[in-house]
């Protein structure tokens, strides 16, 4: 679809044979990023930096089955110098209607390192985004897609998730998701200001052209705390307490990703990815004061979290200032 309809995209090659893929990454070279070619929770994308890393993500997951099924066919693709961000457009079949732009963090640990995640916290929207940036999504890659699965008989009715590397060259598309972002969905649904519930309807009835939606005109960032261990092997079952003295300020949403009660009515945690801590603002810099702010009134020793969610766009903020 892409090459057809002349969407901007990373070169990239599918393997399902591991000696093959590992020719192709010695042919390439590095940087270089292997891909899962199915679900894997997020977890299935490495970016390589040295051939040895690349090799060694195509064995994870051709030969050690790392990700089941979903390894069983990876892609090999170039890897885009550049910021990443996720757009997110509802689409109705025939148009789509842009929502916000946000950025995730990926990787597991401060600084960007450790592996990947399904994603540690995210801010929207995201700056890297202008007004230009937008349309040039919306133009070479959005309307485009939806086109394209028009032309090609699926129209696409829902979220149309588009996980952006904003390069010298413009934007270009990494991966569509039919889907909102986990954690871009929670900042968007703490900004949106409209009933999204109309929206939908709108785009299942295939009307959005005349629809419009309101934003806070704000900053919301959602820190994800999750279980120790995680994204690897991690406990459940430990407590979390003072979530109320979390919530306290009115610009502090926690969203529930992975908790439940227990018999005796203590709230627990049952997942890798937990509680999605959101604080609101009017800049980057506010809104991660809020949310970390929050964070410290948390009792869950057996959790952690990033503590540099938003850096690339606070240190713009700072040099802007
Ligand atoms: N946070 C990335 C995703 O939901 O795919």
């Known amino acids: 679809l892409c090459a057809k309809y002349n969407i901007p995209t990373a070169a990239y090659r599918r393997f399902t044979n591991a000696d093959d893929a590992k020719a192709w990454v010695c042919d390439k070279g590095a940087p270089i990023v292997v891909k899962a070619d199915g679900l894997a929770a997020g977890k299935g994308v490495t970016v390589a930096m040295t051939i040895d890393e690349a090799l060694a993500a195509i064995d994870d997951a051709m030969t050690d089955g790392k990700f089941g099924d979903a390894g069983d066919e990876v892609v090999i693709e170039e890897f885009l110098e550049g910021e990443e961000a996720s757009f997110f457009a509802l689409c109705d079949g025939d148009t789509a209607l842009p929502l916000l732009s946000a950025q995730d963090h990926k990787a597991a640990f401060d600084g960007d390192k450790g592996p990947n995640t399904g994603g ?121 307490n003072n979530l109320d003295a979390a919530e306290a300020d009115e610009d502090v949403f926690v969203f529930h990703a992975g908790t439940d009660r227990d018999a005796q009515g203590q709230l627990i945690a049952t997942g890798g990815r937990v509680l999605n801590v959101t604080g609101v603002g009017a800049s980057v810099g506010e809104a991660q004061a809020k949310a970390y702010n929050a964070i410290d009134r948390i009792d869950w020793p057996e959790g952690f979290c990033r503590r540099d969610i938003g850096w690339r766009a606070i240190a713009r903020e700072t040099k802007d200032a």
């Open 120 to 240: 540690m916290g995210a801010y929207a929207p995201a700056p890297i985004m202008t007004e230009f940036q937008i349309d040039a999504v919306m133009e070479r890659i959005i309307l485009p897609t939806i086109k394209g699965m028009k032309a090609e008989g699926r129209p696409y009715k829902g979220v149309l998730f588009a996980g952006l590397m904003i390069t010298s060259d413009g934007p270009q598309l990494i991966e569509h998701n039919v889907r909102f972002g986990d954690p871009e969905c929670q900042v968007l649904m703490t900004l949106i200001r409209s009933d999204i519930l109309p929206a939908l309807i709108a785009a299942h009835d295939g009307v959005l052209k005349t629809f419009d939606l309101r934003w806070r005109d704000e900053v919301a960032m959602s820190v994800v705390m999750a279980a120790q261990g995680y994204p690897d092997g991690y406990e459940k079952g430990s407590s979390i």
